[in-house]
């Protein structure tokens, strides 16, 4: 088992176990009336979307999810501000279009829904995130087709987006729109992932013995705007692109700028230091001639980013380019996504504050690491 992935998953399922726990001990209504189920059942296609991607797909891939939505309530300031989204636990099972080469998936999740009801009609958004288990991973004897997936424990993500219609007062119907992602982060090769666009049908049940609107309070505060100097220490662990190969770290440093946009949001502009010691044991092993080994080793990045706070929890996507050109690497751009969890309320402490980080860069679509980091705001 990958134990570098296992660690980034079992930080991120902290973090959620965290925020449920705030929910269910909120001090307002019993947690009996809170609980939402729901079942749904998803069809969708896989998107090839590299030109690396090797499988020819053929036909439909079939899915069924349960979950659980936590009715956020209480007069903490960005339940009010966010219409008291729920947070969402849940389980998906299915099997990936190509089976014989993709195989079945398995996994758990956390995420949040964001509704806003008019009528019996209610719009639902939705971000999800936790560990996916694909039984069919690559393998150099029994699947080499499958150059997508090199790992049977992944990073799992889905956003959903569509409308429900309450056919009862406890209970509705809903469509969604849904994109749906497995990788392990490049923490093993191949690693291209899987992408699965898809449509789906939930059913839910409200359990509506108390009154939202009845604890839609708001709690007082002064939202700072001011801008913050931020620095952020990064780890990771990188392997070149070859599978079974081995695992080295990655050291970074980001110094950036931040401030807030409002109650839910933030901003975000900086640069990057990144060490990789792969690169320079690459070269060290076989291109002892070149000069300048670690500075080759080096990447900066300036990058530009947007945050999404609930509470004490954050979802962030940075754009960034690189200054220098990187050894053994092609592209410029990059991305990252990431998950950010406060020690404090982000609303009421935004200077001298402590706060840990799980974050995926990519170049484009391709993983290049997982990162843990440690961080502090001034």
């Known amino acids: 088992m ?62 069924a999810d349960f979950s659980v939505g936590i009715k956020s309530i209480g007069k903490k300031v960005w339940k009010h501000d966010y219409n008291h989204p729920d947070l969402m636990l849940g389980v998906l099972i299915g099997s990936y279009s190509n089976r014989e080469i993709f195989g079945d998936s398995f996994s758990l999740y956390g995420g949040v829904d964001q509704q806003k009801q008019k009528g019996k009609w209610i719009r639902h958004f939705r971000y999800r995130g936790g560990i996916g288990y694909l039984n069919k991973p690559f393998d150099i004897i029994t699947n080499t087709q499958n150059n997508v997936i090199g790992s049977k424990l992944n990073l799992m993500a889905k956003i959903d987006y569509g409308y429900e219609y309450l056919i009862q007062p406890k209970f509705g119907i809903a469509a969604m729109l849904s994109i749906m992602h497995h990788s392990n982060g490049k923490s093993a090769s191949p690693n ?4 699965l666009l898809a449509a789906q049908i939930s059913f839910r049940y409200y359990n509506q013995a108390y009154n939202k609107s009845k604890y839609d309070l ?15 220490l990064n780890f990771a662990r990188h392997e070149l692109n070859e599978v079974n190969g081995p695992k080295y770290p990655v050291y970074g ?34 291109l002892s001639s070149l000069e300048n080994h670690h500075w080759l080793s080096s990447r900066f990045n300036i990058f530009a980013g947007y945050e999404i706070l609930f509470g004490r929890m ?15 690497v092609n592209e410029r ?18 200077k001298n504050e402590w706060y840990i980080t799980g974050k995926l860069k990519s170049h484009y679509f391709v993983a290049d690491y997982l990162s843990l980091g440690i961080g502090h705001s001034f």
Do not use: W
């Open 2 to 63: 990958n134990t570098s992935l296992l660690k980034y998953l079992l930080f991120i399922l902290l973090l959620i176990s965290l925020e449920s726990y705030g929910q269910l001990s909120d001090e307002t209504a019993s947690a009996s009336n809170r609980f939402v189920p729901e079942l749904s059942f998803i069809s969708g296609r896989i998107i090839e979307h590299n030109s690396k991607f090797g499988p020819d797909i053929d036909g439909l891939s079939y899915m």
């Open 192 to 195: 291209l992932g899987i992408n």
């Open 218 to 232: 708001k709690e007082n505060y002064e939202l700072s705007k001011k801008h913050r100097f931020n620095i952020l």
């Open 253 to 286: 440093i980001d110094l950036y700028g931040s401030s807030r946009i409002n109650i839910k949001s933030k901003y975000k502009y900086g640069i990057e230091y990144s060490y990789y010691t792969s690169a320079f044991r690459f070269l060290n092993h076989n």
């Open 314 to 328: 954050g979802l962030c996507a940075e754009l960034g380019y690189y200054l220098n050109k990187p050894f053994l």
């Open 333 to 350: 751009i990059t991305t990252k996504l990431g998950i950010i969890y406060y020690l404090k309320p982000t609303h009421l402490y935004d």
